[in-house]
Every structure is written in structure tokens, then in C-alpha cells.
């Protein structure tokens, strides 16, 4: 039995998988987000472990037998987010999270600081990053900074609770900006830029590696067996490629979660910074992807449910299902930048706007404008990685969104890729998690890393298509147009 916990934005889910790939149980806890000033977002890292312990105490009323029998557990989360401890490795402040823009001043000033940061970690410096943060703190909590002993991820600071070790993996790392991609080792240029040294950070290992043991106490708390194994882990997007299959060069997924992602795995480390897309680490020695991000996916269509006071996403999304043709052709265009952008504007002052709103449209209307707005987002983002395109192999979606029949349809035919969903796509990032732990306990990739069973298939629709292609090219348009009325935009420009 091999156990995967997973720390989301939203909530904590954990998963008990078995050594024939047979999910038997699955449970999460709840989270908020802090959002005390614009552009901020925060959570409270005891929070997370509340919430874990939660829906641990729901797993073992569930299954304490398969509990009882737990070889290993796999670590997956959020990235991004910077914790950190001071000298009794007590947190010091809420974290900052990876949809937290507000250290736009300090990207700049860490790419005057370190030119070649580029080459080095792979990607453009993005406020959602964990460097910039750390500048930020300097800059603006310097009482923080001066008392900072080390910086963890938000899945590394659960890890140090687990075990009592400061460990972090390869895939997790290259969200810091701090790390040497290519060599997969910290870079001391990019920390001392920082005001930071290898003594603020957590040690490395591999995705698949051990990073410690379970302590006793956690151990007997969730009726875990004593001497249990703690794999090193992965970002949430390596873990999710880890749970559909995805670890061989072109394979990959589309998320469709709090954040949008199109991930392509590859064998070698090939920046591509030039068009904001990602180059990190992959979960599994000596390989790598890339990852084009959008800040806002289903979050974007939660908060067109709650603005158009819907009983659920699920009666909204059937609504807008049903428009005709003629109304999708007039319906409103959306852009999905509630939360600023990454892929691939770069752009944390970038804002969601509907556009073309007449007195005849009302919430199925909004709703779709808002299903193809994160459709043309995907379709940006795969765009950016020209190039980088799997042939025709399909990708796998997964995310809450990918409940949505009509929406999987949709970014098939945007993107013009065949996508599959197997019936475990919301929680695909705790199964990566659970296999990785299987993988540090002996488990080999070609028995661990399997592609499951798709229970749903989505081909590219020519005539929708062409309807999203027309309307496509308008949305392009937009973005630029729009840009310098952003909120924020212009204070910085000063």
C-alpha cells in the first residue's frame, strides 16, 4: 500500500493506492485563501496541517486496514509558495503564494542582478515565483528576513512535520528560481542575489528518492506502520504527469484546476524563456518539461457560478451547453486574467474582462464566454511552445473542470489535440504522489508509471473549431489593445 498526500490551493487530498494500481480510498480537507491586500494571497501553513490531519482521520475511518499497511508516502503540492522558518523552525509569517503578484519590482531587480538568470534556471523571473518573494521580504519585512533561517515549499514544510527533515525534489525546486535546472542543483549566484546562501535551503533529492521516515508519533496518530518510508515528491504538475503517465518525452496532460497548464515531458533541459513558458525539473531522474501556466482556469468559472448565483457550477456549465451556435457566435469574449497572467504575457496587472456584452445576454452566455476564454488561454499557452508540440499522441485532462464533458470538448477542438479523462482526474497529483512513493520503495518506472484506463474521449470538432479559431483571432487582439487600462499597470509604468 502505498499512501499520496497532496497540497493543493483549495484543499488537501490524500489517497491510498495498492500494488495492483487499484485506488481504494480517497479523502480532502478544505482551505481558504487570505487575501488581506491586492494582489496578495496567502494561507496559514498550520492550516495545512489541520487539514491533512482531517482528512487522514477521514482515510483511517475509511480503510485502517490498507492504512495499517502502508510501505511508503509521496509528497505533491503547490508551488511556489515560500515558507519561512526562523531559528527554532518556527514560521515567521503567513506564506506567500504562487498566485501572489506582488513582487513584480522585484523580478526586475533579480534579472538586473543576475543577467544570465535565464540560462540558469530556465525561466523568465514571474512575481509568482519564490525568489522574488524572498526580495520582496527584504525590502518590505526586513525584521523577517534578518530572523529567516531557512525557506521550504509548502509541501517541504508538511514534509519537515512528517519526518523532521528539510528535504525538497528536483520538479518542486525549479519553481524557486533558485535552482540550477540543467545541473539540478541549488545555484549559490541566484541565492546570493537573494541575500540568501545554501544554508537557508532545504537538502535535494529526486522525486523518487527517499527523503526520510514518517516520524513514530505522526505514524501512530493515523494508524500508519512505524518506519514508513517518505519519498521526495514532486511539484503538483510533475506529480499529476507521474499519475496519468506522462514521464517519456511528448507525452503530458492539460490541467484544468485553480490554475490552467498544458505540461509536455522531455529528456533534456531546453529553456524557453523568450515566450514565458516553464522549464523545470521533471519528478523523475534526468528528465524534464515544459509548462506553459495560466493563473485562472476553473477558479474563473467558480467565480462566474458565484457572480451569477447559480446552485452549482455543474447546473451552469449544462445551461451553456446548450446554447445554440448562433449564440455562441454572439456571445461575449472573455479574458481569464482575474489573477493576472503568466503564459504568456507575464503580466500580474492583467485583469478578466468580458467584452461585446449586450442586455440580451445573461448567465449561460457568461458562462460560456468564460469556457472559451480558458480555452483560448490553452491555446495561447500551447502556441507559446511552438516547437515543444507532442504529435498526435493525446494528452490527458485532468483538474476539477475536467467533470465538464462539454468543456473537455471544447479545448480538444481549441487546441486541436485528442484529450482523454480516466475517472481518477481530480485527484491525479495524489496518485503521482502515491506512485513516486512506490518508486522510492523499490518500484520501477515501466511497473509504476502506467497510463490508467480513460473512461471518456474527446477528438477535435472541425466545424466548433473553426467557430473557436474565428473567434480566437479576435481575442488575440485583445490583450494588447487592452493592456495599458489595466489597474496597477500604469502605476508601475511610472
Known amino acids: 500500500m502505498y499512501l499520496g498526500i497532496d497540497l493543493g490551493t483549495s484543499s488537501v487530498k490524500v489517497l491510498v493506492l495498492d500494488a495492483q494500481h487499484a485506488v481504494l480510498a480517497v479523502a480532502d480537507a478544505a482551505l481558504d485563501i487570505s487575501r488581506p491586500q491586492p494582489l496578495w494571497s496567502e494561507q496559514d501553513p498550520q492550516a495545512w496541517w489541520s487539514a491533512l490531519d482531517q482528512a487522514m482521520q477521514q482515510l483511517r475511518s475509511q480503510v485502517p486496514r490498507a492504512l495499517s499497511q502502508v510501505r511508503a508516502v509521496g509528497l505533491s503540492g503547490q508551488m511556489h509558495g515560500a515558507v519561512v522558518l526562523g531559528e527554532r523552525r518556527q514560521v515567521l509569517r503567513p506564506a506567500i503564494l504562487w498566485n501572489d503578484c506582488r513582487a513584480s519590482a522585484q523580478c526586475t531587480a533579480l534579472e538586473a542582478a543576475v543577467p544570465q538568470s535565464r540560462q540558469i534556471t530556465g525561466n523568465l523571473a514571474m512575481p509568482g515565483f519564490t525568489a522574488p518573494k524572498l526580495l520582496w521580504l527584504r525590502q518590505h519585512e526586513p525584521e523577517v528576513f534578518a530572523q529567516t533561517r531557512l525557506v521550504l515549499l509548502p509541501k517541504d514544510w508538511l514534509r519537515l512535520k512528517l519526518t523532521g527533515e528539510a528535504v525538497s525534489d528536483m520538479s518542486d525546486a525549479s519553481g524557486t528560481l533558485w535552482l540550477d535546472t540543467g545541473a539540478r542543483c541549488w545555484s549559490a549566484e541566484m541565492l546570493a542575489a537573494c541575500g540568501l546562501s545554501e544554508q537557508h535551503m532545504p537538502r535535494l533529492v529526486e522525486g523518487t528518492g527517499a527523503s526520510g521516515q514518517l516520524l513514530a508519533d505522526v505514524a ?26 506522462a514521464v517519456r518525452p511528448g507525452q503530458g496532460f492539460v490541467s484544468l484546476g485553480t490554475s490552467g497548464v498544458i505540461f509536455l515531458a522531455t529528456d533534456s533541459f ?4 523568450e515566450t514565458a513558458v516553464h522549464a523545470f525539473a521533471h519528478a523523475l531522474p534526468q528528465r524534464w518539461h515544459h509548462m506553459s501556466v495560466m493563473l485562472s482556469a476553473a477558479s474563473a468559472f467558480g467565480w462566474v457560478t458565484r457572480l451569477t448565483q447559480r446552485s452549482s457550477e455543474a447546473a451552469l456549465a449544462h445551461e451553456a451547453s446548450l446554447l445554440s451556435l448562433s449564440a455562441r457566435e454572439q456571445a461575449p469574449i472573455f479574458l481569464p486574467y482575474l489573477c493576472g497572467e503568466r503564459t504568456p504575457h507575464n503580466d500580474a496587472h492583467a485583469s478578466g474582462t468580458f467584452i461585446g456584452l449586450r442586455p440580451k445576454h445573461d448567465a449561460p452566455d457568461l458562462a460560456y464566454a468564460v469556457m472559451e476564454g480558458v480555452t483560448f488561454g490553452l491555446m495561447d499557452g500551447l502556441n507559446a511552445m511552438q516547437g515543444r508540440k507532442p504529435g498526435s499522441e493525446a494528452l490527458a485532462l485532468v483538474g476539477g473542470g475536467a467533470r465538464s464533458n462539454r468543456w473537455g470538448q471544447m479545448i480538444a477542438s481549441g487546441l486541436g489535440r485528442p484529450l482523454t479523462r480516466d475517472e481518477g482526474a481530480q485527484a491525479a497529483a495524489a496518485l503521482g504522489a502515491a506512485r513516486l ?10 511497473e509504476v508509471c502506467l497510463a490508467p484506463k480513460d473512461t471518456a474521449h474527446f477528438e477535435p ?12 483571432q479576435k481575442f488575440r487582439t485583445l490583450y494588447p489593445a487592452l493592456q495599458p487600462y489595466f489597474f496597477g499597470a500604469q502605476k508601475e509604468a511610472a
Do not use: K
Not at 512513493?437 to 515501466?446: H, I, L, Q, S, Y
Not at 470538432?461 to 480566437?472: M, V, W
Open 461 to 472: 470538432n472541425a466545424p466548433e473549431a473553426s467557430l473557436l479559431q474565428e473567434r480566437y
Open 437 to 446: 512513493g512506490w518508486m522510492a520503495d523499490g518500484g520501477t518506472e515501466e
Open 270 to 273: 531546453r529553456p524557453q524563456p
Open 220 to 245: 501512530r496518530a493515523w494508524g500508519l506502520p512505524a518506519g514508513v518510508t517518505v519519498a521526495g515528491g514532486a511539484g503538483d504538475n510533475a506529480a499529476t504527469a507521474v499519475g496519468v503517465g
